[in-house]
């Protein structure tokens, strides 16, 4: 059994700065891609950041230079670092995993169960 479990949240005052983690457990084999996904109250879930398996990142035009995603494949833990927080940033946070796990031979795809971030004063 896989499972990916966040932790960091909470609550923070715009300008301000927290630190997602995203650990992945369970029977591993390989973690491909990974990625950070939000959803506002209301609003459908989006992509936030991804990170592959050799560190390439990309990120949505809406945190480029506050957000910063990273991993420790050795941990099978996904960090994001987010500075410069504003409001428009509250949102239920999720991580994503592209996972291979032990016995299986095709990748399948994980989420965590979420994390609350919310930025107000």
């Known amino acids: 059994q896989v499972q990916l479990v966040e932790s960091g949240g909470g609550l923070v005052q715009p300008g301000g700065s927290l630190r997602l983690s995203c650990a992945a457990s369970g029977s591993i084999f390989r973690i491909n891609a990974m990625g950070w996904y939000r959803q506002a109250p209301g609003k459908q879930r989006e992509l936030v950041a991804t990170?592959?398996?050799?560190?390439?990142?990309d990120y949505a035009d809406s945190v480029k230079g506050r957000f910063t995603i990273s991993r420790d494949n050795a941990k099978n833990t996904m960090y994001l670092q987010m500075n410069s927080l504003k409001p428009e940033d509250t949102a239920v946070y999720y991580c994503?995993?592209?996972?291979?796990?032990?016995?299986?031979?095709?990748?399948?795809?994980?989420w965590g169960q979420g994390t609350q971030v919310t930025v107000s004063s």
């Open positions: 994503n995993g592209e996972i291979t796990p032990v016995g299986v031979l095709y990748r399948m795809v994980y």
């Open positions: 990170v592959t398996s050799s560190g390439s990142t």
